[in-house]
């Protein structure tokens, strides 16, 4: 059961305060039943005088409808993993990336970065057994032209 990988372009998103996240998001293979835990971070170094711009989140999925933000073990958790196409060649995950880890200032440019997971995902043949998976890859950052902003940071 294959279940990382990322999308080659993460889309950055700014809210309406000038906040960047990350949207990381990539294929899921079909024989996934569910995203149990999925802990995500991405990081770029754009300049060597100052700190690295990070975003992580940490989250099973979630229904996008019902989500509301939540607390696990004193650990602030988003709105969840989204899954569109579950069970099929198509299936893929998207996940906002909202904690900054203190590097709001620093900004996100376009570009390459480092994405780094760590997920246990539930099978859903031939016994439903829980698997964990580690993958990292280099990705590239899409960045809205400055001045663009977006109100919402839901998951689509």
């Not at 569910?34 to 700190?51: F, M, T």
């Not at 939540?70 to 995950?93: D, K």
Request: proline residues 3%; charged residues 20%; aromatic residues 6%.
């Amino acid at each position: 059961m294959a279940a990382g990988n990322f999308d080659e372009m993460l889309e950055v998103i700014v809210a309406a305060d000038g906040t960047q996240v990350v949207k990381a998001s990539g294929p899921l293979d079909a024989n996934v039943a569910e995203v149990v835990e999925l802990c995500v971070w991405v990081v770029q170094r754009d300049q060597l005088n100052q700190d690295d711009a990070v975003a992580n989140a940490m989250s099973g999925e979630t229904n996008l409808a019902a989500a509301q933000s939540q607390t696990r073990n004193g650990m602030s958790m988003g709105a969840g993993v989204n899954v569109a196409g579950r069970g099929t060649a198509t299936a893929h995950w998207d996940l906002l990336l909202d904690d900054r880890e203190g590097t709001e200032a620093v900004k996100f440019v376009e570009g390459p970065a480092a994405a780094y997971a760590i997920g246990v995902f539930l099978s859903a043949e031939p016994e439903g057994k829980r698997r964990a998976f580690v993958w990292s890859e280099s990705v590239r950052l899409s960045v809205p032209a400055a001045g663009g902003s977006m109100g919402s940071m839901s998951s689509s």
